[in-house]
């Protein structure tokens, strides 16, 4: 019992870790335009002040690492762990992408694909965690519903612009 709850603290911090470095890269690619380029924006009347990105973001990145570290205790050698493992890599590689091209690229109407491509990425995520352990997948819902809330966002500023 005691190597199982070591096994399960430290795969949870290697996830942790992980998404928040994924985090960190993306808000590189954030801040090359983020004071020059994103205040020129025409944005809808919901968008969120600037400051409230980063500790959501990183509420987020923390829970994605618990969910994926639950996930990843449960074992490889299962193919519905892998299967979850892989959805979930493949969701935060365009987690990172989208950074890289609203941001980086400064390109709104292409980062409105690759979050369309996240959005059902993350769904497909959430579905295969619930499989292993539901609370993993239920770890994720704040994840979407922001996603799909940046998806709004990032439509209308697409649109307004």
Same mark, same amino acid.
Request: charged residues 10%; aromatic residues 20%.
């Given at each position: 019992?005691?190597?199982?709850?070591?096994?399960? $603290? %430290?795969? %949870?911090? %290697?996830? %942790?870790?992980?998404?928040?470095v994924v985090g960190f890269l993306g808000s590189i690619a954030t801040q090359s335009s983020v004071n020059d /380029?994103?205040? @020129?924006l025409n944005k809808p009347v919901f968008n969120p002040p600037s400051w409230l990105f980063a500790?959501? /973001? @990183?509420? #987020?990145?923390?829970?994605?690492? &618990?969910?994926?570290? &639950?996930? /990843?205790?449960?074992? @490889?050698?299962?193919s519905w762990v892998k299967t979850a493992l892989y959805h979930f890599c493949f969701q935060l590689l365009l987690n #990172? @992408?989208?950074?890289?091209? $609203?941001f980086g690229l400064e390109a709104p109407f292409y980062a409105l694909i690759v979050i369309v491509g996240l959005l059902i990425l993350i769904i497909l995520t959430i579905k295969w965690f619930r499989i292993v352990k539901p609370i993993a997948g239920y770890l994720l819902i704040p994840y979407? #519903? /922001?996603? #799909? $809330?940046a998806s709004v966002l990032n439509f209308e500023i697409w649109r307004l612009n």
């Open positions: 019992m005691q190597h199982m709850r070591k096994k399960l $603290f %430290i795969r %949870i911090s %290697i996830g %942790i870790l992980v998404c928040l /380029w994103y205040p @020129t500790p959501v /973001w @990183t509420f #987020l990145y923390v829970l994605m690492g &618990i969910a994926v570290g &639950i996930v /990843w205790a449960k074992g @490889t050698y299962h #990172l @992408t989208w950074s890289v091209v $609203f979407l #519903l /922001w996603v #799909l $809330f």
